[in-house]
C-alpha cells in the first residue's frame, strides 16, 4: 500500500492548533496552586466569553468568506456553463457551414440517382476512361421509370393529401372539444352566476325576514317596557294613594296605640307612630333639662378642678424655683470658697518661689524667713 498525503485546510490546522494551545494553558491555570481560587474565578470567566465572542465572530466572518466564495464559484461555472453554450453554438455554425461549403449532395458522384437529376451535375469523364465500377445504370435497369415516379408522385400527393385531411379533422376536432369545453366553462359560469344570484337573493331575503324579526321583537320589548312603566306608574300612584291617606300620614291618635290587656299602658306602633302626647313632651323636656343641669355642674367641677391643678402646678413651680436659687447660691459660695483657696494656694506658691530664689542667690537661709514660712503654711 502507497500513502497519500492529502491536502489539510489550513484554517482546520489553526484552529487544532488554537483548541491544543487553549487546553495546555487551561491544564496549567488547573493544575497551578497559586492561581487556584475558591469560588467564581471572574477574570477566566471573561476570558471564556472574550473567546466565545471572537470564536462567534470568527466562524461568522468564515461563514461570510464561505458565502462570497460560494457565490464566485457559482458565477464561474455560470460564465462557463455560457461559453460552452457559445463554444457549441459556434462549433455547430461552423460544421453546418462547412457541410454546406464542402460535403453539398449534388457535388457527389450519386446526385444523379439520389437527386434524380439525370447526370446534370455529372463530371464530363472520357467513357474509354471509365470501367466496370463506374457505370451508374445498368441494361435493363431504367424500363418504366418515368411511370414509377409518376406513381410515387400520385402515392405521395396521396399520402400528402390524407395527412392533411387528418390533420383538418384533428383540427376539426380539437376545435370542436375546445367549442364543447368553452361551452361547458360558459355553462358553468352561468351556473355560478344564477347560483350566486340565487344565494344572495337568499341572504337578501333572509336578512330581511331577520330585520322584520329584529323589528317585531324590538317593538314587543318597546310594548313590553311601555306596559311595565305604566304598571309601575299605577302600583307608584296606588302606594302613594295608600300612603297619603293612611293612618300615619292622616296622624290618627286611635292607630299609634294597641292596648295589651293586663293593666298595662297600651303599646306604640312605631311604624304608625306620628306623634307625642303633652305628658311624654313633658317628661321629655323635664329630663332634658335634668341633663342640662346635670352638664352644667359637670361643667364647675371640671373647671373648679383645672383651677386647683393650675394652683398646685403654680405652688410647684415656685418651689422649684426657690430650690433652683438656693443652689444657685451654693454654687456661688461654693465658688467663692474655692477662688479664696486657690488665691491662698497662689501666695503661698508665690512665697515658696521667693524663697527658692533667695537661697539660690545666698545660700544662707535665715531660719526666722522658715519659721515665718512655716507659720503662714500653718
Keep these: 500500500m502507497y ?38 474565578d471572574l477574570d477566566a470567566l471573561n476570558q471564556q466569553v472574550q473567546e466565545k465572542k471572537h470564536q462567534q465572530n470568527m466562524e461568522e466572518h468564515r461563514g461570510r468568506a464561505f458565502d462570497k466564495l460560494r457565490e464566485c464559484h457559482d458565477e464561474a461555472l455560470f460564465h462557463h456553463d455560457i461559453d460552452e453554450r457559445e463554444k457549441r453554438a459556434a462549433l455547430h455554425t461552423d460544421l453546418t457551414q462547412y457541410w454546406a461549403t464542402h460535403q453539398r449532395g449534388e457535388d457527389s458522384r450519386d446526385a444523379d440517382l439520389e437527386c434524380d437529376l439525370k447526370g446534370a451535375f455529372m463530371i464530363p469523364i472520357p467513357e474509354g476512361e471509365l470501367g466496370p465500377a463506374s457505370m451508374n445504370i445498368f441494361q435493363g435497369e431504367g424500363i418504366g421509370e418515368e411511370q414509377k ?19 383538418e379533422r384533428r383540427l376539426a376536432g380539437d376545435k370542436h372539444r375546445e367549442m364543447l369545453v368553452s361551452k361547458e366553462l360558459v355553462h358553468q359560469d352561468r351556473r355560478g352566476l344564477q347560483l350566486r344570484a340565487l344565494e344572495e337573493e337568499c341572504k337578501k ?15 314587543e320589548q318597546a310594548m313590553t317596557l311601555k306596559e311595565q312603566h305604566r304598571r309601575e306608574e299605577r302600583e307608584n300612584l296606588a302606594e302613594v294613594r295608600h300612603t297619603l291617606t293612611s293612618d300615619m300620614m292622616t296622624e290618627c291618635a286611635e292607630a299609634t296605640a294597641r292596648e295589651v290587656g293586663g293593666g298595662r299602658l297600651p303599646q306604640v306602633l312605631v311604624d304608625r307612630w306620628k306623634g307625642m302626647s303633652p305628658e311624654q313632651l313633658s317628661a321629655i323636656h323635664r329630663e332634658r333639662e335634668e341633663q342640662r ?84 503654711s500653718r
Design 3 to 40: 500513502k497519500v498525503d492529502l491536502p489539510v485546510d489550513p484554517s482546520i490546522e489553526n484552529a487544532v492548533e488554537r483548541r491544543r494551545s487553549a487546553e495546555t494553558t487551561r491544564k496549567a491555570r488547573i493544575f497551578n496552586t497559586r492561581l487556584r481560587v475558591l469560588g467564581l
Design 149 to 167: 415516379r409518376r406513381e410515387l408522385m400520385k402515392k405521395t400527393d396521396r399520402d400528402l393529401q390524407a395527412q392533411k385531411e387528418d390533420n
Design 205 to 219: 331575503a333572509e336578512r330581511i325576514a331577520l330585520d322584520n324579526y329584529n323589528q317585531a321583537l324590538a317593538a
Design 293 to 376: 343641669l346635670e352638664r352644667q355642674r359637670q361643667r364647675e367641677a371640671e373647671k373648679m378642678q383645672d383651677a386647683a391643678l393650675e394652683f398646685q402646678l403654680l405652688k410647684l413651680s415656685r418651689e422649684a424655683e426657690e430650690e433652683e436659687r438656693r443652689a444657685e447660691e451654693l454654687r456661688r459660695e461654693k465658688r467663692i470658697q474655692t477662688d479664696r483657696y486657690n488665691m491662698q494656694l497662689a501666695r503661698e506658691q508665690q512665697a515658696y518661689q521667693e524663697y527658692l530664689n533667695k537661697k539660690l542667690y545666698t545660700n544662707k537661709p535665715s531660719k526666722d524667713y522658715f519659721y515665718q514660712f512655716n507659720t503662714s
